[in-house]
């Protein structure tokens, strides 16, 4: 199976300022990489796919970018809302099955 | 609007089965495959399979061949997981999550819609 990891573990940043978050994967996946958002108590929400194609209603501070086996998700401006772990996946159908990473929680400094 | 609702949590002894449901609402449901990701208490996420809601068609991962079975009843819109052989780690919120569709293509491994999740306890 494709291992998904993650980069780094913890990011600590303060509102306002830029995040970027890592991932790798241990094959090439191409493009077909997604993020998510996960919140404490609540089920994941899907930001990207394509490893840059923002899902509907996510905001423009939102960025992916990457292919193959290396990938970034960029927020450009904490707000608040947007602390948080967050989840690559990769959805390549061969070979299944479908893997996450391992998620980088992001705090408020 | 679109909605995925899980039946409530579950509390089963080692060896036992559990079967979880997904009713939804505000779409096609025979339109977007269905999948189910389990989420083991402060871990990440784990693809368990999807089913066509369809045709019935399911594929699941290998690590849960033999032990998991996808159903689902088009009458009332709702996709079934079970678990069987239940262990201690299996103990999870396990989430049903539809498959995403936008202009016509449909991505079948990146899930847009998801349920609120189902707490299953595998305990003694």
């Known amino acids: 199976e494709i291992v998904m990891t993650q980069s780094p573990a913890t990011l600590s940043v303060s509102p306002g300022e830029r995040a970027t978050l890592s991932c790798r994967a241990s094959?090439?996946?191409?493009?077909?990489l997604a993020w998510y958002q996960q919140k404490p108590g609540q089920a994941p929400r899907l930001l990207i796919y394509?490893?840059?194609t923002r899902a509907t209603g996510i905001p423009a501070r939102f960025s992916g970018s990457g292919s193959g086996t290396e990938f970034t998700l960029t927020i450009s401006s904490l707000q608040s809302e947007d602390f948080a772990v967050y989840y690559c996946q990769q959805y390549n159908n061969w070979p299944l099955p479908y893997t996450f990473g391992q998620g980088t929680k992001l705090e408020i400094k | 609007q679109v909605q995925l609702v899980q039946s409530g949590a579950e509390v089963k002894k080692p060896g036992a089965s559990v079967k979880v449901s997904c009713k939804a609402s505000g779409y096609t449901f025979t339109g977007y495959y269905m999948h189910w990701v389990r989420q083991a208490p402060g871990q990440g996420l784990e693809w368990m399979g999807w089913i066509n809601p369809n045709s019935g068609g399911t594929n699941y991962a290998q690590k849960f061949q033999g032990r998991v079975t996808m159903t689902r009843d088009t009458s009332i819109s709702t996709a079934y997981m079970e678990l069987s052989r239940l262990r201690s780690d299996d103990t999870a919120v396990y989430y049903c999550?539809?498959?995403?569709?936008?202009?016509?293509?449909?991505?079948?491994?990146?899930?847009?819609?998801w349920g609120q999740g189902t707490l299953v306890t595998v305990s003694s």
């Open positions: 394509g490893a840059s």
């Open positions: 094959q090439s996946v191409s493009s077909n």
């Open positions: 999550a539809r498959a995403y569709c936008t202009n016509g293509v449909c991505y079948t491994g990146v899930f847009d819609y």
